[in-house]
C-alpha cells in the first residue's frame, strides 16, 4: 500500500464517521469528538462576544469563512489544546476551522505541513515540520529517544511528567463527558491519575518489525514459488512506523524498553542483518522479557549452591537487584529500596512460544510468551494494590449479606482472579482462550491459590453456567480495546452482581459501557463510586481507566 492510498483509505473512514459518529473507541472517533468539541467551544466565546459588539440593529458581525490551504502547504498554527489521542488541536485565523498536529502541546506556535483536508468535518491533518516558539511548559531536553517526532509510538516526551499525569486525567473526564451519555451530577470527579514508578524503562514487552522486499506483497507474489520470491537486496529498515503513515523507520534502540528488552533488541537486529538472505517476506520481532528469581545466599551458604536454574534468553542476560518502588503518589520520581532475600535475573525472550516469567509482589506468573500480560511490571504492584484496597466496600449497609464470590471476565492468564483470591471465598475466572485458562490455572497452582476455578466461555454465554449468589457478588471485567458488546452487557445486568470494577485500556469505550451500566435494565443499574487513571505507558498519549460501580437497586436473581 502506497502512502497516497493509506491516506485516501484513512479520509474515507473519517469522513463516514464525521457523517454518523460511532463510539468503537477508534482514534479516529475520539479525534473528531476532542475537534467537535473546540469548535464548539469558540463558536460560543464568538457569539457570547458577536452579542457584546452587535451593531445597532441586533445583527452580529459577520465572520469570513476558511478556506484551508492545498496540500503539503507549511502553516504556522497556535496549539489551543491536546487531544486525547496525544496530538495538538491548532485553530484557523477564523476558529471555524482545526488543524491537527501531532507532538506539539498547548502554547507552542509552530510550523505543520498540510497532509490531508477534510473540510465537511472542518479539520485538516498535519505533519510537524518544527516549533517557531515553544509553550513554557514544553520541554524538548525531556526526550530520551533521538526517533522522537517521527516515530508514532510516543506522543509526549517533551511534557514534564506531571504535566502528562494531568493530561491523562483530562482524557478520563472527557471521555465520560463525550461517549457515557451520562448527565454530570452522576459522574464523580476523577481521581488524579496514579503515577508510574518508572517513566522510562518500563516495557517488559516491544514488537519492532520489517516490511518485505519491494514487490513482495503482490498477489502474484504471494501465489509464486517459494524459490522465485523476491529476496532482500539489503537489510531494511527494522523498528516502528513513521507518524502518520505505514512506512517502517530504522530504529536501533527504544528507551522505554526495559534493560534486558533493548539488550534483545540489538542482539536480534544483528541476527536478522545476519540472515536476512533467507527472508522472502516481512516479520515481526517478539521481545519479551522474562524474570528469574534466586534467593541471596545466607552467611551460611555458598552462592555455588544457589541455582537460577535454565532460562530461555535467546538475548540478553542481565542480574540486578529487584526494582525499587516510589515513596508516595505526589513525588512519582521518588524511591526507596526495601530489604530484599533476592535477586533478579533478566532474560529477552523472543520465541512466541516460550514461556515468560513476571512477578507482581510474591505473586508468579508465567505465561505463554506471545500472549497478552500488561506490559509495564512497575506499575503492577501499586495497580493490583488499589483494586484490592475497593473491590469490597468499606462498609456494609443494614442487612447487607458478606461479599465472599469474584468473577474474573476476560480473566487472562488469571491477574485478578490469582493476586485478588485471599478476599473471596471462590473466585471464577472466565475467558474465551482456551490457552489463557490453562496458563491460569497453572499460575493458580504455582501461586498455591485453591479457591479458585476457571473455564472456557463465548462473551455471549459467560453467565450461564455461575451460580454464586449475585447479591454477594463482584464482577471484574477487562475487555480489550473495543470494550464489551451489548449481549454481554445485557447479561451483566441480567445477573446483577453487587459490585462490578471496569478496568479498561480504552477509557473511551469503558465511559460508553459504563454510561449502559449506569442506566440500568429493568430493576438493575448501577452508580459510579469512583474513576481513577492509571499511566501504563507514559510518553503516550494512552491511560488506563479503572472504574468502580455498586448496584444501587435490589435485584432478584434468577
Known amino acids: 500500500m502506497t502512502k497516497k492510498q493509506y491516506h485516501q483509505g484513512k479520509a474515507a473512514k473519517r469522513q463516514k464517521l464525521a457523517s454518523k459518529p460511532v463510539n468503537d473507541g477508534s482514534n479516529e472517533v475520539v479525534l473528531l469528538a476532542d475537534i467537535k468539541s473546540l469548535l464548539s467551544q469558540h463558536r460560543a466565546l464568538e457569539q457570547a462576544e458577536q452579542t457584546d459588539e452587535s451593531t445597532g440593529d441586533g445583527k452580529p458581525t459577520e465572520t469570513l469563512s476558511y478556506s484551508p490551504p492545498e496540500r503539503f502547504t507549511v502553516v504556522e498554527v497556535k496549539i489551543s489544546e491536546l487531544s486525547s489521542t496525544g496530538d495538538g488541536l491548532g485553530l484557523s485565523s477564523t476558529s471555524d476551522h482545526v488543524y491537527v498536529v501531532p507532538f506539539t502541546v498547548p502554547g507552542d506556535l509552530v510550523q505543520a505541513k498540510v497532509i490531508n483536508q477534510f473540510p465537511q468535518a472542518h479539520y485538516t491533518l498535519t505533519d510537524f515540520v518544527k516549533v517557531i516558539i515553544p509553550a513554557p511548559q514544553r520541554d524538548d531536553s525531556l526526550a530520551e529517544c533521538p526517533y522522537f517526532a517521527k516515530c508514532a509510538g510516543c506522543q509526549i516526551q517533551m511534557l514534564p511528567y506531571n504535566l502528562q499525569l494531568q493530561h491523562k486525567k483530562?482524557?478520563?473526564?472527557?471521555?465520560?463527558?463525550?461517549?457515557?451519555?451520562?448527565?454530570?451530577?452522576?459522574?464523580?470527579?476523577?481521581?488524579?491519575?496514579?503515577?508510574?514508578?518508572?517513566?522510562?524503562?518500563?516495557?517488559?514487552?516491544?514488537?519492532?518489525?520489517?516490511?518485505?522486499?519491494?514487490?513482495?506483497?503482490?498477489?502474484k507474489a504471494k501465489r509464486s514459488?517459494?524459490?522465485?520470491?523476491?529476496?532482500?537486496?539489503?537489510?531494511?529498515?527494522?523498528?516502528?512506523?513513521?507518524?502518520?503513515?505505514?512506512?517502517?523507520?530504522?530504529?536501533?534502540?527504544?528507551?522505554?524498553?526495559?534493560?534486558?528488552?533493548?539488550?534483545?533488541?540489538?542482539?536480534?537486529?544483528?541476527?536478522?542483518?545476519?540472515?536476512?538472505?533467507?527472508?522472502?517476506?516481512?516479520?515481526?520481532?517478539?521481545?519479551?522479557?522474562?524474570?528469574?528469581?534466586?534467593?541471596?545466599?545466607?552467611?551460611?551458604?555458598?552462592?555455588?549452591?544457589?541455582?537460577?536454574?535454565?532460562?530461555?534468553?535467546?538475548?540478553?542476560?542481565?542480574?540486578?537487584?529487584?526494582?525499587?518502588?516510589?515513596?508516595?503518589?505526589?513525588?512519582?520520581?521518588?524511591?526507596?529500596?526495601?530489604?530484599?532475600?533476592?535477586?533478579?535475573?533478566?532474560?529477552?525472550?523472543?520465541?512466541?512460544?516460550?514461556?515468560?516469567?513476571?512477578?507482581?509482589?510474591?505473586?508468579?506468573?508465567?505465561?505463554?510468551?506471545?500472549?497478552?500480560?500488561q506490559n509495564n511490571n512497575s506499575i503492577l504492584p501499586k495497580f493490583t494494590e488499589y483494586i484490592r484496597q475497593r473491590i469490597i466496600p468499606g462498609s456494609s449497609k443494614e442487612n447487607e449479606k458478606p461479599i465472599k464470590y469474584l468473577i474474573d471476565a476476560y480473566c487472562g492468564s488469571g491477574l485478578f482472579t490469582v493476586t485478588l483470591s485471599s478476599l473471596f471465598s471462590s473466585s471464577m475466572g472466565i475467558d474465551i482462550a482456551g490457552a489463557s485458562i490453562v496458563s491460569a490455572r497453572e499460575n493458580a497452582a504455582a501461586n498455591k491459590v485453591s479457591n479458585a476455578s476457571f473455564m472456557t466461555a463465548d462473551a455471549s454465554k459467560l453467565f450461564e453456567q455461575v451460580t454464586y449468589p449475585p447479591e454477594k457478588t463482584v464482577v471484574i471485567i477487562d475487555p480489550p480495546r473495543k470494550g464489551c458488546d451489548d449481549p454481554f452487557l445485557q447479561q451483566l445486568l441480567k445477573f446483577g452482581p453487587r459490585r462490578i470494577v471496569y478496568v479498561s485500556c480504552n477509557v473511551h469505550t469503558q465511559a460508553r459501557d459504563v454510561g449502559a451500566l449506569v442506566e440500568g435494565v429493568g430493576d438493575c443499574r448501577y452508580e459510579i463510586e469512583s474513576l481513577q487513571g492509571f499511566d501504563f505507558f507514559p510518553q503516550t498519549g494512552h491511560v488506563e481507566g479503572v472504574a468502580i460501580l455498586a448496584r444501587t437497586t435490589a435485584h432478584n436473581p434468577m
Open 170 to 219: 483530562t482524557v478520563v473526564e472527557k471521555a465520560y463527558r463525550s461517549f457515557s451519555g451520562l448527565t454530570p451530577n452522576v459522574i464523580p470527579t476523577v481521581d488524579e491519575t496514579i503515577g508510574s514508578p518508572l517513566q522510562y524503562g518500563y516495557r517488559t514487552k516491544l514488537t519492532p518489525h520489517f516490511d518485505g522486499p519491494p514487490g513482495s506483497m503482490t498477489r
Open 225 to 373: 514459488d517459494p524459490s522465485e520470491r523476491k529476496r532482500f537486496g539489503e537489510v531494511p529498515p527494522i523498528g516502528f512506523q513513521l507518524k502518520g503513515t505505514r512506512k517502517t523507520i530504522d530504529i536501533e534502540d527504544c528507551p522505554i524498553g526495559t534493560d534486558a528488552v533493548r539488550e534483545g533488541m540489538r542482539t536480534e537486529r544483528k541476527r536478522i542483518s545476519e540472515e536476512i538472505a533467507n527472508y522472502t517476506k516481512g516479520a515481526t520481532i517478539l521481545l519479551r522479557e522474562s524474570t528469574w528469581r534466586k534467593p541471596k545466599p545466607q552467611p551460611e551458604q555458598e552462592e555455588s549452591d544457589l541455582d537460577l536454574g535454565q532460562a530461555d534468553n535467546m538475548g540478553a542476560s542481565l542480574e540486578t537487584e529487584p526494582p525499587s518502588k516510589t515513596a508516595n503518589e505526589a513525588n512519582v520520581n521518588g524511591s526507596h529500596h526495601e530489604p530484599s532475600t533476592f535477586t533478579e535475573k533478566k532474560t529477552c525472550i523472543t520465541d512466541q512460544r516460550a514461556i515468560s516469567t513476571e512477578y507482581i509482589d510474591d505473586f508468579e506468573f508465567r505465561n505463554t510468551a506471545g500472549a497478552f500480560f
